[in-house]
Structures are given as structure tokens and as C-alpha cells.
Nanobody, 125 residues
Framework: QVELVESGGSLVQAGGSLRLSCVASGGTFSRLVIGWFRQAPGKEREFVAAINWDVDSSIYAHSVKGRFTISRDNAMNTVYLQVDSLKPEDTAVYYC??????????????????WGQGTQVTVSS
């Protein structure tokens, strides 16, 4: 069983930055694929980014590419999502999720078996 705990969400002004963290426990962390998803009020959950255990493989949603950076520290069992140049439309609850088996097309939330409780990011205009 993999447990995930997110942190780092906050209220920030447009153009600002945050670093979200996802700490994992249980499982074989170095073999996990960790994804970040977000859900805004009244909208469906959407994929943000994902990273493979070898840290050289990552994918991003088009809407965040160039502004968000996903990284991981296997020694700390932690995945980070650096979010820069924030826009009001980035306001959402951000969730990290985990699964085994990188395919390079790891953007479907149904593929992920383990989920954190979420951290709120609010961007004011």
C-alpha cells in the first residue's frame, strides 16, 4: 500500500510561484510513477504532469508546459511540482497520485491506484 501526502499549496498572486511536495511511504518508491493532477471547482480532474523513477522521463499537460516543473528526490521519497508564472485559472486542488509502470502516456487518472488528499492552490488576479 502506497500512501501519499501533499503539501505546499497556498494563496498566491498571479505571476507568483509555489513548490508543491508529495511525500510517499510504502511500496517501492524508486519504481513508482508519480503524477500530479488538479481539480478546479465545478470541473473535472485534469492531468498536470508525471515523472518516472529514472527522473529522465517526464510529461506535462500542454496548459502548464514551460511554467511547471516536476522533479523527484528518491532518497527523500518526495516528488516536487514547481509551479511558476501562476494564473488565476491554475486555481485548483492539486493531487499527487502513484502507479507502477511508465508508458510515456501516463496522463489518465484511471491508471493511478494511489492518491493523496490534495493541497489547495489559489491564485488571485
Amino acid at each position: 500500500q502506497v500512501e501519499l501526502v501533499e503539501s505546499g499549496g497556498s494563496l498566491v498572486q498571479a505571476g507568483g510561484s509555489l513548490r508543491l511536495s508529495c511525500v510517499a511511504s510504502g511500496g517501492t518508491f524508486s519504481r513508482l510513477v508519480i503524477g500530479w493532477f488538479r481539480q478546479a471547482p465545478g470541473k473535472e480532474r485534469e492531468f498536470v504532469a508525471a515523472i518516472n523513477w529514472d527522473v529522465d522521463s517526464s510529461i506535462y499537460a500542454h496548459s502548464v508546459k514551460g511554467r511547471f516543473t516536476i522533479s523527484r528526490d528518491n532518497a527523500m521519497n518526495t516528488v516536487y511540482l514547481q509551479v511558476d508564472s501562476l494564473k488565476p485559472e491554475d486555481t485548483a486542488v492539486y493531487y499527487c497520485a502513484a502507479k507502477y509502470g511508465w508508458t510515456g502516456r501516463d496522463s489518465g487518472d484511471h491508471e493511478y491506484h494511489y492518491w493523496g488528499q490534495g493541497t489547495q492552490v489559489t491564485v488571485s488576479s
